[in-house]
């Protein structure tokens, strides 16, 4: 069966279409295939530009085909990246409605977490032969790398189309991803993210021998040569003690987990079955924060499910003031077909409403992401190179451990792992130079 079909248009400057090559790549890896028509894509990609309104014309017509094509294909996702989206950031989804997915430059990554974790994998991109086959290579090749491992998920959450077209989980072999990691390294990988519907159940389905999560950390960490091990997403009904070791015992994992909240009340928490609540979420944060007290929390959280007051809103603004979370992805519930929630009818929160409540939900999440960020302010970090600065030609631009992207001063080639000092720091990147020595601290 043919995978998913993506339309990408760029606008604006030669960042941006590098830009394009890498969500290209990430999307090709990912089973996608390109076609020549946006009418015919499931998956609609704008990426963006701020810098002229011509630009901003052209992409008000683009944005209103895509509106038509999902009227006319209700599963049609869209997404919106680039410049523009992050200078309306705030307004993207109350002015844009039928927007699925936004992102800055320099989060393509999360595109992709986004991609992996939404309702689009039901949809049968996934299509490669079992799990012996390689994953495509992206396009090209960078030092920052993916590792699938594994499909599906055991989790019924309610919004969630997942569950129920994808089945149940199915991990790919430990000796496989090791085997695979040391290909990735060899041809030039020095951070390898692994993927998973929900990391944490990883290894539970595999026989003769059942593994564990945290096992595969310890064995991909100890693969020659790889500087940097990431994963998304941990489920936090099974994030565990063993896991949270091991971001104190590996050299290699980042001081970085992604945590999916999805609501701070615990009655829409249930409704959403996700399986812990508001106590619970706490705990968890607690539990890292003690193994790991500087580590970068983010999220992802929907508001405007069903059912939700203002009072459970305020419930989830509450959380995130309490959490203080480094950077959240938000999104306004969107119902898809054939899961629990989709049939709810009651309490339907209006676009409308849902648009507002996001709004101010993304303003608590900023406050606190530049509030964070401070911390890094007369440091000196470990950076991996990733290029020229989007928006000066003559700074660098990478990714420290805890997941912040970079712009400094300096001489450096991608791929390389260097040290910056920091010298300002606001809810979305870093800034800083370079400094003469060799090697980074962590
Ligand atoms: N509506 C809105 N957001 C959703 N997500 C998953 N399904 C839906 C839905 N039906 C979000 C969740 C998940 C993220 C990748 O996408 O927050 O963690
Ligand atoms: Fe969907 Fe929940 Fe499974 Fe994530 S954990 S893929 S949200 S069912």
């Known amino acids: 069966m043919a995978g998913l079909a993506y339309h990408l248009t760029t606008f604006g400057c030669q960042m941006n279409v590098h830009d394009s090559q890498r969500i290209e790549g990430l999307l090709e890896s990912l089973g996608y295939e390109e076609v020549a028509e946006a009418s015919l894509a499931d998956l609609i990609l704008l990426n963006t530009c701020s810098i002229r309104e011509s630009a901003d014309r052209r992409l008000a017509t683009q944005l209103g085909n895509a509106k038509r094509f999902k009227a006319a294909r209700p599963g049609v996702v869209i997404g919106v990246g680039g410049c523009w989206a992050q200078s309306l950031k705030d307004e993207v989804f109350a002015r844009y409605p039928f927007v699925d997915v936004a992102f800055g430059p320099g989060q393509v990554d999360q595109l992709g977490a986004f991609l992996l974790s939404d309702s689009l994998t039901a949809q049968g991109y996934f299509e490669f032969e079992g799990f012996t086959a390689d994953l495509p290579m992206r396009a090209k090749q960078t030092a920052a790398a993916w590792m699938q491992i594994s499909v599906g998920c055991n989790q019924r959450c309610s919004y969630c189309i997942v569950p129920s077209t994808r089945g149940l989980e199915r ?26 519907q929900n990391v944490n159940s990883y290894g539970r389905d595999l026989r003769p021998q059942r593994r564990s999560f945290a096992e595969l950390l310890v064995a991909v960490d100890a693969v020659d040569g790889i500087d940097r091990l990431r994963y998304m997403s941990p489920h936090p009904q099974d994030i565990g003690a063993e896991v949270i070791a091991a971001h104190v015992e590996l050299e290699s994992l980042c001081e970085h987990i992604h945590l999916p909240l999805q609501s701070g009340s615990s009655k829409i928490l249930k409704a959403m079955r996700r399986t812990y609540n508001r106590e619970r979420y706490l705990e968890r944060v607690a539990m890292i924060r003690e193994a790991v007290p500087e580590i970068s929390l983010t999220t992802d959280i929907i508001v405007g499910f069903p059912g939700e007051s203002e009072e459970d ?79 000066n030609l003559e700074r660098l631009r990478g990714r420290t451990r805890h997941n912040k992207a970079v712009n400094f001063d300096g001489i450096a080639e991608p791929g390389e792992l260097i040290e910056v000092e920091i010298d300002r720091a606001s809810s979305a990147s870093l800034g800083g130079r370079a400094t003469l020595v060799a090697s980074a601290t962590r």
């Open 171 to 196: 991990s790919r072999p430990l000796e496989d991803l090791v085997a695979e990691a040391e290909r990735l390294v060899s041809r030039g990988a020095r951070e390898i993210t692994l993927l998973g």
């Open 313 to 391: 809103f305020q419930q989830t603004l509450s959380l995130a003031e309490q959490v203080k979370f480094d950077a959240a992805y938000t999104f306004c519930y969107s119902p898809r077909r054939g899961t629990e929630a989709a049939g709810i009818a009651e309490r339907v929160v209006s676009p409308e409403l849902a648009s507002e409540r996001i709004g101010r939900l993304i303003e608590v999440v900023q406050r606190s992401a530049h509030q964070r960020a401070q911390r890094f302010v007369g440091h000196r970090v470990e950076v991996l190179v990733e290029g020229h600065s989007r928006t």
